[in-house]
């Protein structure tokens, strides 16, 4: 074999190696798992948890957003249906904690987890008068695990 045959098949090796492995990984299914477009959705659940500055709130309303096909409200929480199927009012009543989880939803996708927002329209301190600094409130969705 001559050296200039021998580096083409050395060449052409080289070359198939990295084609190759640049296609990605299979799962099985013939499927890449990086592909967005080959995966299907995967239902479970995310948790709303809400963040206070104040130790002494004693309720909150928040709209949250994104689509559902079932929410539960967490203990000493009330879950209430908007007008559209995707938005749900929440109102909690009771001493709140500094962070605390108000409901968990159960969602068609969890890849979509960034389509949910959660709004806090109001918050009433001990009082029952409603804070006019709505500052240092923060909201946040997290995978449940299973």
């Known amino acids: 074999m001559t050296l200039r045959r021998r580096l083409l098949r050395v060449s052409l090796s080289v070359l198939g190696a990295v084609l190759l492995g640049s296609?990605?990984?299979?799962?099985?299914?013939?499927?890449?798992?990086?592909?967005?477009?080959?995966?299907?959705?995967r239902a479970g659940q995310i948790a709303l948890t809400i963040s206070t500055p104040n130790f002494d709130d004693r309720a909150v309303v928040l709209k949250i957003r994104?689509?559902?096909?079932?929410?539960?409200?967490?203990?000493?929480?009330?879950?209430?249906?908007?007008?559209?199927?995707?938005?749900f009012i929440v109102v909690a009543t009771g001493v709140m904690e500094r962070e605390s989880s108000?409901?968990?939803?159960?969602?068609?996708?969890?890849?979509?987890?960034?389509?949910?927002?959660?709004?806090?329209?109001?918050?009433?301190?001990?009082?029952?008068r409603l804070r006019q600094d709505m500052s240092g409130y923060e909201t946040s969705f997290a995978q449940v695990s299973q």
């Open 66 to 87: 994104g689509e559902f096909t079932a929410a539960q409200a967490a203990t000493g929480y009330r879950l209430f249906q908007a007008a559209d199927a995707q938005t």
């Open 102 to 128: 108000v409901l968990t939803i159960d969602v068609p996708d969890l890849t979509r987890l960034v389509s949910y927002s959660a709004t806090i329209s109001e918050v009433a301190a001990s009082d029952y």
């Open 23 to 41: 296609c990605g990984a299979d799962d099985g299914d013939g499927c890449n798992p990086t592909d967005p477009t080959c995966n299907p959705p």
